[in-house]
């Protein structure tokens, strides 16, 4: 059983920063974010594999970097230039399925998540 916690969220305007962490209980393979606006599905945009090979989708390309902290479990979202449409809640997730990708379905832990706010 993997246990996942999210923090790090918060309001920030247009063009600022936030950092996301997500600490892990328990063993982990690929690792993930999802984030869900209201009224639209959950979108997944990065994820990273145990060699710290990573996929992003192309809606964050660029400005969103995800990076694992193996010694300490811990998941990061460095996001950069942020827009009023990256408004969302942010989730964190696990799987051991292969390929690590962005596919939803493949990840069997979640975190129960981190509300970031962009106001233009």
């Known amino acids: 059983q993997v246990q996942l916690q999210e923090s790090g969220g918060g309001s920030v305007q247009s063009g600022g920063s936030l950092k996301l962490s997500c600490a892990a209980s328990?063993?982990?393979?690929?690792m993930a974010w999802f984030r869900q606006a209201p009224g639209k599905e959950r979108e997944a945009i990065a994820a990273?594999?145990?060699?710290?090979?990573?996929t992003y989708a192309d809606s964050v390309k660029g400005r969103f970097t995800i990076s694992l902290d193996s010694a300490k479990n811990t998941l990061y979202l460095q996001m950069d230039s942020l827009k009023p449409e990256d408004t969302a809640m942010y989730y964190c997730?696990?799987?051991?399925?292969?390929?690590?990708?962005?596919?939803?379905?493949?990840?069997?832990?979640w975190g129960q998540g981190t509300q970031v706010t962009v106001s233009s």
């Open positions: 997730a696990t799987s051991f399925n292969l390929p690590c990708g962005l596919d939803q379905g493949a990840y069997d832990y």
């Open positions: 328990g063993d982990t393979r690929c």
């Open positions: 990273i594999d145990s060699d710290s090979s990573t």
